[in-house]
């Protein structure tokens, strides 16, 4: 079973991710217990440190990730998503903040950029790479249009390294994710996804093999929440 589901393309995700955008954020805070929030903060700190000034944020969503990163001075950031629900929400939260001079949003697919090569300083993913049909194919397209030494930084779910929290996180995040979906979502079906791919996608040392074939080096990981989510840092090689 673990091992087990059948990814869905590209098409299908886009479909899925309209079907729940409106009520993405309310249960993403619920399903990462508000830690969503303050982590999505520390991406924005580390970004900080490498005084970019011009950032991609691919599966962008309904926003966060821009949206934190607007705060960091003399940068433009651009969000990219294939769901043209979830930009739509995007926008609306920008627009709210008043923060289009900083923030661009487009609907555009990580498997092919429509941006030159070596034109940002960092790309950020978060809670995206799971969801790619093609991973490999959209890693390549993010070093490609990488300056070169510039960085990724990914945010995404993981299995604890510990075999005793791995065992109650699975059982839990087995239970309490559906469930969650059940009782909040128009689309439940959504959520048993989201948990299933979460628990088949490589994560740690596995995840750096896949970012180093695919051009990236000097990695650093950062686990958050007893080790189920984890942010990745990686340089273009
Ligand atoms: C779980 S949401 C994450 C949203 C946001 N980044 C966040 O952290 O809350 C995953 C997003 O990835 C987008 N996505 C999936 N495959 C994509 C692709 N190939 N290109 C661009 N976006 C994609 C989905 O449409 C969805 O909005």
């Given at each position: 079973?673990?091992?087990?589901?059948?990814k869905k393309n590209t098409g299908e995700?886009?479909?899925?991710f309209d079907s729940i955008s409106k009520?993405?954020?309310?249960?993403?805070?619920?399903?990462?217990?508000?830690?969503?929030?303050?982590?999505?903060?520390?991406?924005?700190?580390?970004?900080?440190?490498?005084?970019?000034?011009?950032?991609?944020?691919?599966?962008?969503?309904?926003?966060?990730?821009?949206?934190?990163?607007?705060?960091?001075?003399?940068?433009?950031?651009?969000?990219?998503?294939?769901?043209?629900?979830?930009?739509?929400?995007?926008?609306?939260?920008?627009?709210?903040?008043?923060?289009?001079?900083?923030?661009?949003?487009?609907?555009?697919?990580?498997?092919?950029?429509?941006?030159?090569?070596?034109?940002?300083?960092?790309?950020?993913?978060?809670?995206?790479?799971?969801?790619?049909?093609?991973?490999?194919?959209?890693?390549?397209?993010?070093?490609?249009?990488?300056?070169?030494?510039?960085?990724?930084?990914?945010?995404?779910?993981?299995?604890?390294?510990?075999l005793i929290i791995r065992f109650f996180?699975?059982?839990?995040?087995?239970?309490?994710?559906?469930?969650?979906?059940?009782?909040?979502?128009?689309?439940?079906?959504?959520?048993?996804?989201?948990?299933?791919?979460?628990?088949?996608?490589?994560?740690?040392?596995?995840?750096?093999?896949?970012?180093?074939?695919?051009?990236?080096?000097?990695?650093?990981?950062?686990?958050?929440?007893?080790?189920?989510?984890?942010?990745?840092?990686?340089?273009?090689?």
């Amino acid at each position: 079973m673990l091992n087990k589901i059948n990814k869905k393309n590209t098409g299908e995700i886009e479909k899925m991710f309209d079907s729940i955008s409106k009520e993405y954020d309310f249960l993403n805070r619920i399903i990462t217990f508000g830690t969503d929030a303050k982590n999505k903060k520390d991406i924005a700190r580390i970004v900080n440190t490498k005084k970019p000034s011009v950032i991609l944020d691919i599966a962008t969503g309904t926003g966060d990730i821009p949206i934190n990163l607007s705060k960091i001075k003399n940068c433009k950031i651009i969000g990219i998503d294939i769901s043209k629900k979830m930009i739509e929400t995007a926008r609306k939260k920008v627009e709210s903040r008043n923060l289009f001079d900083k923030i661009t949003l487009e609907i555009g697919n990580a498997e092919k950029l429509k941006f030159k090569s070596n034109n940002f300083d960092i790309v950020t993913i978060s809670f995206g790479v799971r969801n790619f049909k093609h991973l490999d194919k959209c890693l390549k397209e993010v070093c490609r249009v990488l300056k070169n030494s510039g960085h990724l930084i990914i945010y995404e779910t993981s299995l604890p390294k510990n075999l005793i929290i791995r065992f109650f996180y699975l059982i839990f995040s087995s239970l309490f994710i559906p469930l969650v979906g059940l009782l909040f979502s128009k689309n439940p079906s959504a959520y048993l996804y989201l948990q299933m791919s979460s628990k088949v996608f490589p994560s740690g040392k596995k995840f750096l093999e896949v970012l180093s074939k695919a051009g990236f080096c000097d990695f650093k990981i950062k686990e958050k929440f007893f080790g189920s989510l984890s942010i990745y840092i990686g340089k273009k090689r």
